[in-house]
Each structure stands twice: as structure tokens, then as C-alpha cells.
T-cell receptor, first 107, second 122 residues
Framework: AIQMTQSPSSLSASVGDTVTITCRAS??????LGWYQQRPGKAPKLLIF???YLQSGVPSRFSGSGSGTDFTLTISSLQPEDFATYYC?????????FGQGTKVEIK | QVQMVESGGGVVQPGRSLRLSCAAS????????MHWVRQAPGKGLEWVAF????????YYADSVKGRFIISRDNSKNTLFLQMSSLRPEDTAIYFC???????????????RGQGTLVTVSS
């Protein structure tokens, strides 16, 4: 199975900061990479699919980039509701695989 | 309004079986591929299984292959996960998710979904 390695595993930031989370695939997955946000006790929410396509209703401060094996999620001007855990998901090979998650905490 | 409600979880002994259900409403289940994703307590997300809209394709995580079976009853708008030979490491909240759209198989969860908790313990 494809291994997805996310970094960092956690980070502390302030409201208004820009944060970047990276995800690396163990094999080329083209641009079939998505990003999910999960708040405590809630179901995951799809933010970005196809590496850079913003899911409907997701604020434009979220952006994604990358292809092949290296991908990035950027959150510009961090808002209080953005403090959550973020996961990448490779959607190219079965079985699908998630990264281990990045917890974004308030500094 | 899309809604997916998981049920069927509970406490079960190692080696036993359990069947989870996901009741779908607000969309035509027969038009979408469906997924199961789980999350062990305090841990990350793990994709578990997928079934295509027409039931012709199923895929599983290596950790459950040969023990779990995903199925669907489109006439009842319900997705299932039959879990056998359960292990303590199968303990998790199980979420169902639908494809983002027809032909776009990104898992999309019900924002109000709570999942169903499976605890495997003697």
C-alpha cells in the first residue's frame, strides 16, 4: 500500500498566521491527493481534492498544490475555526491511504 | 439534504462478527460509490473499504481484507459492512462516506455524522 507521510505532526500558530502542511507519497500519485479537516468529535470534512481544487463552500484561504509525490496544504490568515486536525488522502491507488494527521493548535 | 446515519456498533468479543449499517437519505444511493473509514480512539483516520455504485468493484484495506465485506442494498438505500474475526485493533469509530459525485470517488462525509463505535474486547 502507498504510504503517506505528513509533516509536521503538530504545529502551534496564531490567528492570522499562514501555515503550511506537507504530505509525501511513497509513489507517484499524479495529482490524486485530497485534504480533510477534522474537528474533535466530528466527521472529517473534504477541503481540497485533485491536489488543488477547492471543495464547494470551503473558504479561499485554503489552498493546495503539488503533484507526483509531494503536496502542500496552505492555510492563509488562520481563523479560530481552523484549529483542527488535517489529513491528506491519496486517491490514486487502492487501498486508499491517509496521512497520519497534523494537529493545528492555538499558540 | 444528504444524510448518512451509521448504526450497528457495540461491544463484541475477539473472533466474533458484527454488521454495520449506513442508512442514506437525500440522495440516490445507487448513483454513488460508497466508503467506510474508521478512526481508533485518539488516532488518525484509516480508510477501510469501497464499493462501486453498481457493486461491480470492491476494495479493502490490507488490515481487513479477507475479514470484512462491504455490500449495499440500493433498494433500501443502505450500505453495510460485515465484519468477521474481529480483533482488538478493529476497535474504532466507523464512518460511512459517499463519493463526492458520480465519477469522482473522493469520500465525502455527512457533516452531522457521528459514526458508530465498535469495541472489540473480551
Amino acid at each position: 500500500a502507498i504510504q503517506m507521510t505528513q509533516s509536521p505532526s503538530s504545529l502551534s500558530a496564531s490567528v492570522g498566521d499562514t501555515v503550511t502542511i506537507t504530505c509525501r507519497a511513497s509513489r507517484d500519485i499524479k495529482n490524486d491527493l485530497g485534504w480533510y479537516q477534522q474537528r474533535p468529535g466530528k466527521a472529517p470534512k473534504l477541503l481540497i481534492f485533485g491536489s488543488s481544487y477547492l471543495q464547494s463552500g470551503v473558504p479561499s484561504r485554503f489552498s493546495g498544490s503539488g503533484s507526483g509525490t509531494d503536496f502542500t496544504l496552505t492555510i492563509s490568515s488562520l481563523q479560530p475555526e481552523d484549529f483542527a486536525t488535517y489529513y491528506c488522502l491519496q486517491n490514486y491507488y487502492y487501498p486508499r491511504t491517509f496521512g497520519q494527521g497534523t494537529k493545528v493548535e492555538i499558540k | 439534504q444528504v444524510q448518512m446515519v451509521e448504526s450497528g456498533g457495540g461491544v463484541v468479543q475477539p473472533g466474533r462478527s458484527l454488521r454495520l449499517s449506513c442508512a442514506a437519505s437525500g440522495f440516490t444511493l445507487s448513483s454513488y460509490g460508497m466508503h467506510w473509514v474508521r478512526q481508533a480512539p485518539g488516532k488518525g483516520l484509516e480508510w477501510v473499504a469501497f464499493i462501486s455504485f453498481d457493486e461491480k468493484r470492491t476494495y479493502y484495506a490490507d488490515s481487513v481484507k479477507g475479514r470484512f465485506i462491504i455490500s449495499r442494498d440500493n433498494s433500501k438505500n443502505t450500505l453495510f459492512l460485515q465484519m468477521s474475526s474481529l480483533r482488538p485493533e478493529d476497535t474504532a469509530i466507523y464512518f460511512c462516506a459517499k463519493d463526492l459525485s458520480f465519477g469522482s470517488d473522493w469520500p465525502r462525509f455527512d457533516p452531522r455524522g457521528q459514526g458508530t463505535l465498535v469495541t472489540v474486547s473480551s
